[in-house]
C-alpha cells in the first residue's frame, strides 16, 4: 500500500471548517484512500473514504485531485468534539479477504472555542 | 444495529501470564482484523480471520494467535506476556467482498503487563 504524509498537527476555530491534507503521491489506479479519526483512548471511527471523485457524507468531505497524488478531509463546521487525531490510509483493492489498515502518525486536529 | 464490542475494557497481567480478549462482530460482518496500539502510536495490525481462517498477519510473534467462531465473533490470545504488550488492543469487523471494506472499530481493550 502507498504511504502517505501528513502534517503532525493543525489548529481549527470552533465553527469554522477544518481542512486537513494528505499527501500520497505513490498511490497507484486501484488503491483507495480511507480517513479515520481517533478521540482520545477510544477505537478509530471510520469518517469517509474514496476513489477518485470527490465524496461527501453526514460527517465531511473528501476531496482528491485529479492526479490522485493528495487529497483533502473537510471538516464543515468544527466543533469542540472534532479534536482527535486524523488519520489518512491509502489501501489496495481487497483480496479474498480484505487488505489491513496501515496507520501513520495522523494528523492531531486541536479545535478551541 | 449493534456495533463492535470488546471484552474486558481493562486487564492487568503480570509478565509470563496469557491473557484472552474477545470481540463480537457488527452484525452481517464476516471478517474480523486485530491491531495493537502502544501509547502514543498508530495502531499496528496483527492478524485478519476470515471464514475462521487466518487471512494475513502482521509482524507478531506467534504467541499471538486468534480464533474466529462460526458467528463470526473473535479472540485474541497472547502467550507468556512481556513488559512491551502493554497496549490498547482494538478488533476492527467489515464485511469481505468485492471491492473494498470498511472496517469498524471497538472501544478497545487496555492491556497492562507488570
Known amino acids: 500500500d502507498a504511504k502517505t504524509t501528513q502534517p503532525p498537527s493543525m489548529d481549527c476555530a470552533e465553527g469554522r471548517a477544518a481542512n486537513l491534507p494528505c499527501n500520497h503521491s505513490?498511490?497507484?489506479?486501484?488503491?483507495?484512500v480511507y480517513w479515520y479519526r481517533q478521540i482520545h483512548s477510544q477505537g478509530p471511527q471510520y469518517i469517509i473514504h474514496?476513489?477518485?471523485n470527490n465524496e461527501t457524507n453526514e460527517m465531511a468531505s473528501l476531496i482528491i485531485t485529479e492526479d490522485r497524488k493528495s487529497s483533502t478531509l473537510i471538516l464543515p463546521h468544527a466543533t469542540l468534539r472534532d479534536t482527535a487525531v486524523y488519520y489518512c490510509?491509502?489501501?489496495?483493492?481487497?483480496?479474498?479477504?480484505?487488505?489491513?489498515?496501515?496507520f501513520g502518525k495522523g494528523t492531531t486536529l486541536s479545535v478551541s472555542s | 444495529e449493534t456495533g463492535v464490542t470488546q471484552s474486558p475494557t481493562h486487564l492487568i497481567k503480570t509478565r509470563g501470564q496469557q491473557v484472552t480478549l474477545r470481540c463480537s462482530s457488527q452484525?452481517?460482518?464476516?471478517?474480523v482484523s486485530w491491531y495493537q496500539q502502544a501509547l502514543g502510536q498508530g495502531p499496528q495490525f496483527i492478524f485478519q480471520?476470515?471464514?475462521?481462517?487466518?487471512?494475513g498477519r502482521g509482524n507478531f510473534p506467534p504467541r499471538f494467535s486468534g480464533l474466529q467462531f462460526p458467528n463470526y465473533s473473535s479472540e485474541l490470545n497472547v502467550n507468556a506476556l512481556e513488559l512491551d504488550d502493554s497496549a490498547l488492543y482494538l478488533c476492527?469487523?467489515?464485511?469481505?467482498?468485492?471491492?473494498?471494506?470498511?472496517?469498524?472499530f471497538g472501544p478497545g481493550t487496555r492491556l497492562t503487563v507488570l
Open positions: 476492527a469487523s467489515s464485511l469481505s467482498g468485492p471491492g473494498t471494506d470498511t472496517q469498524y
Open positions: 505513490t498511490i497507484s489506479g486501484n488503491e483507495y
Open positions: 474514496g476513489l477518485k
Open positions: 490510509i491509502v489501501r489496495g483493492l481487497m483480496n479474498q479477504a480484505g487488505t489491513a489498515l496501515i
Open positions: 452484525s452481517g460482518h464476516n471478517t
Open positions: 480471520y476470515y471464514r475462521e481462517e487466518e487471512n
